[in-house]
C-alpha cells in the first residue's frame, strides 16, 4: 500500500511561483510512475506532468516551460516546481502514483490534494 502526502500549495499572484511536494510511504518500485495531476472546478483530471524513474518526463502542453518536475528515488519523493503561474493554474493539484503489472492492469494511488490558487 502506498500513501502520498503533499505540500505546498497556497495563493500566489499572477507571475509567481510555488513549490509542492511529495512523500510516498510505503514500497515505491523503481517502475513506478510519479507525478502531479491537477483538477479545476467543473472541469476533469488531467494530468500536469509525469516522471520515471530513470528520469523520463512528461508534460502537458500548458505547463511547458513553466513546470518543472523532480524525482528523488531515495527519498521517494515528487516534487513541481512552478514558475509563470497564470489564473488558469488554479486547481487543486494531486501526487500520484502509477504502477503497471505484467498482467498489464494499473493501479494508481493518489494524495489528499492541495490548492493552488492563482489571483490578484
Known amino acids: 500500500q502506498v500513501q502520498l502526502v503533499e505540500s505546498g500549495g497556497g495563493l500566489v499572484q499572477p507571475g509567481g511561483s510555488l513549490r509542492l511536494s511529495c512523500t510516498a510511504s510505503g514500497s515505491i518500485f523503481s517502475s513506478d510512475v510519479m507525478g502531479w495531476y491537477r483538477q479545476a472546478p467543473g472541469k476533469e483530471r488531467e494530468l500536469a506532468a509525469s516522471?520515471?524513474?530513470?528520469?523520463?518526463?512528461n508534460y502537458a502542453d500548458s505547463v511547458k516551460g513553466r513546470f518543472t518536475i523532480s524525482r528523488d528515488t531515495a527519498r521517494n519523493t515528487v516534487s513541481l516546481q512552478m514558475n509563470s503561474l497564470k489564473p488558469e493554474d488554479t486547481a487543486v493539484y494531486l501526487c500520484?502514483?502509477?504502477?503497471?503489472?505484467?498482467?498489464?492492469?494499473?493501479?494508481?494511488?493518489w494524495g489528499q490534494g492541495t490548492q493552488v490558487t492563482v489571483s490578484s
Open positions: 516522471i520515471f524513474s530513470g528520469g523520463l518526463t
Open positions: 500520484n502514483v502509477r504502477r503497471l503489472y505484467r498482467d498489464a492492469t494499473v493501479e494508481n494511488y
